[in-house]
């Protein structure tokens, strides 16, 4: 299963769950994959544990988090 059908499945019975999609490729190819925006956040790689951390936080807090 990809990650964008793994998003599909999870969100169906939980609307309200919160994601975050690491990738080495860009956002853009990402959302060329079927991966939409309203239901994601993303962060691509590389990064650190500090910034993977912040980007964690900022979701659980209801932000963008956005890299």
Do not use: C, V, W
């Not at 994601?40 to 807090?61: C, H, M, N, V, Y």
């Amino acid at each position: 299963m990809s990650g964008p059908e793994l998003a599909q499945a999870l969100i169906k019975p939980r609307p309200d769950l919160k994601m975050l999609f690491m990738s080495g490729y860009s956002k853009d190819m990402i959302r060329h994959h079927g991966i939409h925006d309203e239901i994601t956040q993303f962060i691509g790689k590389p990064f650190s544990a500090q910034t993977l951390g912040e980007e964690i936080r900022k979701i659980l807090d209801g932000k963008n988090a956005e890299r």
